[in-house]
Nanobody, 122 residues
Framework: QVQLVESGGGLVQPGGSLRLSCAAS????????MAWVRQAPGKGLEWVSR????????VYADSVKGRFTISRDNAKNTLYLQMNNLKPEDTARYYC???????????????WGQGTQVTVSS
Protein backbone atom coordinates (compact mmCIF):
# COMPACT_ATOMS: atom_id res chain seq x y z
CA GLN A 1 0.00 0.00 0.00
CA VAL A 2 1.49 3.29 -1.12
CA GLN A 3 1.72 5.95 1.55
CA LEU A 4 3.10 9.48 1.52
CA VAL A 5 2.85 11.19 4.89
CA GLU A 6 3.75 14.87 5.15
CA SER A 7 4.67 16.63 8.38
CA GLY A 8 6.27 19.85 9.58
CA GLY A 9 3.62 22.40 8.69
CA GLY A 10 2.35 25.04 11.05
CA LEU A 11 1.90 28.74 11.73
CA VAL A 12 4.92 30.96 11.12
CA GLN A 13 5.49 34.70 10.94
CA PRO A 14 6.54 36.37 7.68
CA GLY A 15 10.26 35.96 7.20
CA GLY A 16 10.31 32.75 9.19
CA SER A 17 11.28 29.22 8.20
CA LEU A 18 9.77 25.76 8.18
CA ARG A 19 11.02 22.35 7.10
CA LEU A 20 8.51 19.94 5.63
CA SER A 21 9.08 16.20 5.50
CA CYS A 22 7.36 13.47 3.52
CA ALA A 23 7.81 9.84 4.54
CA ALA A 24 7.23 7.38 1.72
CA SER A 25 6.39 3.68 1.84
CA UNK A 26 4.85 0.99 -0.34
CA UNK A 27 6.79 1.79 -3.51
CA UNK A 28 10.39 2.09 -4.66
CA UNK A 29 10.98 5.67 -3.58
CA UNK A 30 14.38 5.95 -5.26
CA UNK A 31 12.82 5.23 -8.67
CA UNK A 32 10.49 8.21 -8.55
CA UNK A 33 10.86 11.89 -9.24
CA MET A 34 9.37 13.61 -6.24
CA ALA A 35 7.72 16.99 -5.99
CA TRP A 36 6.04 19.43 -3.66
CA VAL A 37 2.71 20.86 -4.79
CA ARG A 38 0.62 23.38 -2.89
CA GLN A 39 -2.95 24.58 -2.86
CA ALA A 40 -3.90 27.94 -1.42
CA PRO A 41 -7.43 28.52 -0.11
CA GLY A 42 -9.84 28.83 -3.01
CA LYS A 43 -7.17 28.20 -5.64
CA GLY A 44 -5.97 25.31 -7.76
CA LEU A 45 -2.92 23.13 -7.37
CA GLU A 46 0.41 24.90 -7.86
CA TRP A 47 3.56 22.91 -8.59
CA VAL A 48 6.37 24.18 -6.33
CA SER A 49 9.47 22.06 -6.89
CA ARG A 50 10.71 18.68 -8.05
CA UNK A 51 13.80 16.56 -7.53
CA UNK A 52 15.27 13.76 -9.61
CA UNK A 53 15.49 10.18 -8.47
CA UNK A 54 19.05 10.51 -7.22
CA UNK A 55 18.66 14.06 -5.99
CA UNK A 56 21.08 15.62 -8.44
CA UNK A 57 18.53 17.70 -10.33
CA UNK A 58 16.23 20.18 -8.63
CA VAL A 59 13.79 22.58 -10.24
CA TYR A 60 11.73 25.35 -8.66
CA ALA A 61 8.78 27.52 -9.51
CA ASP A 62 9.78 31.16 -9.94
CA SER A 63 7.63 32.08 -6.94
CA VAL A 64 9.85 30.12 -4.54
CA LYS A 65 13.25 30.14 -6.25
CA GLY A 66 15.99 31.25 -3.89
CA ARG A 67 13.83 30.72 -0.80
CA PHE A 68 12.89 27.02 -0.89
CA THR A 69 15.20 24.00 -1.12
CA ILE A 70 14.02 20.51 -2.01
CA SER A 71 16.05 17.46 -1.01
CA ARG A 72 15.65 13.75 -0.47
CA ASP A 73 17.20 10.92 1.50
CA ASN A 74 16.66 7.69 -0.41
CA ALA A 75 18.08 5.61 2.44
CA LYS A 76 15.29 6.95 4.64
CA ASN A 77 12.62 7.13 1.90
CA THR A 78 12.03 10.74 2.84
CA LEU A 79 11.52 13.96 0.90
CA TYR A 80 12.13 17.40 2.38
CA LEU A 81 11.30 21.02 1.66
CA GLN A 82 13.24 23.71 3.51
CA MET A 83 11.28 26.94 3.30
CA ASN A 84 12.99 30.20 4.26
CA ASN A 85 11.88 33.83 4.17
CA LEU A 86 8.27 32.76 4.10
CA LYS A 87 5.66 35.18 2.81
CA PRO A 88 1.90 35.35 3.42
CA GLU A 89 1.35 34.24 -0.16
CA ASP A 90 3.07 30.94 0.69
CA THR A 91 0.07 30.05 2.86
CA ALA A 92 -1.30 26.80 1.46
CA ARG A 93 -1.67 23.11 2.02
CA TYR A 94 1.53 21.44 0.85
CA TYR A 95 1.47 18.00 -0.73
CA CYS A 96 4.28 15.68 -1.72
CA UNK A 97 3.81 13.69 -4.89
CA UNK A 98 5.67 11.07 -6.91
CA UNK A 99 5.99 10.56 -10.64
CA UNK A 100 7.96 8.30 -12.95
CA UNK A 101 9.13 11.24 -15.04
CA UNK A 102 10.21 14.84 -14.71
CA UNK A 103 7.08 16.95 -15.00
CA UNK A 104 5.39 20.12 -13.77
CA UNK A 105 1.95 18.81 -14.62
CA UNK A 106 0.15 17.76 -11.48
CA UNK A 107 -1.92 15.30 -13.49
CA UNK A 108 1.23 13.27 -14.19
CA UNK A 109 1.88 12.47 -10.54
CA UNK A 110 0.89 8.96 -9.52
CA UNK A 111 1.16 9.14 -5.75
CA TRP A 112 0.01 11.87 -3.37
CA GLY A 113 0.12 12.51 0.34
CA GLN A 114 -2.66 14.00 2.43
CA GLY A 115 -0.88 17.31 2.82
CA THR A 116 0.31 19.54 5.64
CA GLN A 117 -0.94 23.08 6.27
CA VAL A 118 1.45 26.02 6.20
CA THR A 119 0.13 29.37 7.37
CA VAL A 120 2.27 32.50 7.17
CA SER A 121 0.81 35.31 9.20
CA SER A 122 1.76 37.89 11.79
Amino acid sequence: QVQLVESGGGLVQPGGSLRLSCAASGFTFSNYWMAWVRQAPGKGLEWVSRISTGGGITVYADSVKGRFTISRDNAKNTLYLQMNNLKPEDTARYYCAGATKATRSTSDYDYWGQGTQVTVSS
